[in-house]
C-alpha cells in the first residue's frame, strides 16, 4: 500500500519552533489576511529575534498585535508592513511600526506574481480532509497567489476556522506545503464589535435603498453605514437580490434568513453568494461553515470590474472620508495619516459602472467633528494637503450625503461643484460657494437649493 495523506501529514509536522527555522535575515514572509492569521508561528518567529536581521513581514488587515513587533519596537530584526490597514495597523503606523503597501486590490494575482517576493508563507488552515486538502477558512482573496509564489510553505491548522466552499482556490492541498504546524490554542476567530449608528448613518442608507431594485446585487463596504443598509434590505420587501462582494459581513446573514437574497437573478454564478473575505461575528462565521450558499473566489476575479459588470443592476455602497468640489474621493488618508487602504472600492465603483442599471455610491456624511470641538465640511474645495486620492475624479459615479445623492458623470467641473455643494451641510455651503469661485468652477448659472 502506497504512503497515505495521513503518512504525508505526519512526516510534514512541525512544532512552531521547529518550522520557523527556515526563516532567514532578509527574508520576506507573508502572514496571512484578515481573519486568517498565524498566530503561533507569529510567537515562534518573535522568539527567534536575536538570531535575525531585517526579516520583513507582511499581512493583510492585521487582526492582532504581533508578537513580532512587540518584541522589536526598534524594527532592529523585523519590519511589518500591511497591504490593507486595519486599525491595529493604523495605531502602528503612529509609531512607525507598520508600513502600508499600495495595491489596487483586482490587481493582486499579477502584483504577487510579478513583483512580490515572497521566501516563507504562513498559511492558516482549518484541518486537512480526506483528500488532503486544508480549506482557507474566510478569507480566500490573496492567498491562492501567495501560495503559488512563496518558496517555503507552512500551514497553520486552527481547528476552530470554518471550513468556506469555494468557486475557486478554497483550498491548499498537503502536497503543496512543506510543513505542517497544529496551533496549540485554536484560537477562534476575532468577532468584530458592533459598530454604533449615528442618525446620520440612517439617513444616508435610506438615502441609498430609495436606489434599490428587486434584482440587485448587493457590494457592501466596511462600517456603519453599509452595515444599516443591510438591515433595511433585511426589513425591506424587495425580491430576489444577489451577492458579488469583496466583504461578506453579518448584514448578508440577516439579508438571506429574510429572504431578501436569492441569487437567482444573477448572471454569473447564480444561487451563490460571491465573496472573497469575510469579517464578522460568530453569527456570520456559523452561517459559512459548509454552507453550499456561499462560494468564495480569489481577488482578481471578485473584484476585477470586467467580472462585477457581468451581472445587472450591481449596487455598490462604499464610505469615504472626503470629496472635493471636483469629484476626487479620499477614502485611505486623511493628510499624510494612513488610514486605510484603497481595498474594493475602486474596483466596484468601476464595475458598478460597467453593469447594466449598476450604481455606485461613494457614501459619506457631510460634516465631521474635529478634537477641539469644530465642525469641518467633509465635502471640501481641495482635498487636504497629502490626501491620497482613492477614486479619481473621471471614475466617481454616484455620492451621497444626508442631504441627498449626486451623479457627477457627464458632469463639468461647474456642475460637479454646484451638485456636490448642494449635498454638503446648508451652514457651510455660502464658504464652499466662494472657494469654488476662486478655483474658477462656479459660473452665474450655478444655484445653492
Known sequence: MGKTYLDE??????????????????????????????K???AALARRKDELKDVKVRVVTATF?????????ERDHFIYNDWHFSGGSRQLAMKDLCNYIPLTYHESGKFVEDFADIDVA??????????????LGTSNSISSYVINKAKIKIAEVNTSTPVCFGGSKEAVHISDIDYIVESQTNPKLLNLPELPVTDVDRKIAALVMEEMEDGSCIQLGIGAMPNTVGTMIAQSDLKDLGVHTEMLVDAYVDMYDAGRVNNKRKSIDKGKMVYTFAMGSEKLYNFMDRNPAIAS????????PAVIGQNDKVVGINNALEVDLFGQVASESSGWRH??????????????????????FICLSSTTTLKDGSRVSRIRPTLSPG?????????????????GTVNLKAKTTWQRAEALINIAHPDLRDELVKEAQKMRIWTKTCKIL
Not at 473566489?297 to 476585477?304: M, Q
Not at 475602486?346 to 450604481?359: A, M, P, Q, V
Not at 490626501?387 to 442631504?403: D, F, K, N, Q
Request: glycine share 10%; with cysteine; net charge negative.
Open 297 to 304: 473566489y480569489p481577488v482578481g476575479y471578485t473584484n476585477d
Open 9 to 38: 501529514y505526519k512526516e510534514k509536522l512541525r512544532t512552531a519552533d521547529e518550522a520557523v527555522k527556515v526563516v532567514k535575515s532578509g527574508d520576506w514572509v507573508e502572514y496571512g489576511e484578515f481573519m486568517m492569521q498565524a
Open 65 to 73: 498585535m504581533p508578537e513580532i513587533v512587540k518584541c522589536d519596537p
Open 387 to 403: 490626501t491620497i486620492v482613492t477614486v479619481p475624479r473621471s471614475c466617481v459615479y454616484l455620492v451621497t450625503t444626508e442631504y
Open 339 to 360: 488610514i486605510s487602504g484603497t481595498g474594493g472600492q475602486f474596483d466596484f465603483i468601476l464595475g458598478s459602472y460597467r453593469s447594466k442599471g449598476g450604481k455606485g
Open 122 to 135: 504562513f498559511i492558516p488552515v482549518a484541518p486537512m480532509d480526506k483528500h488532503g486538502f486544508f480549506n
Open 40 to 42: 503561533d508561528l507569529d
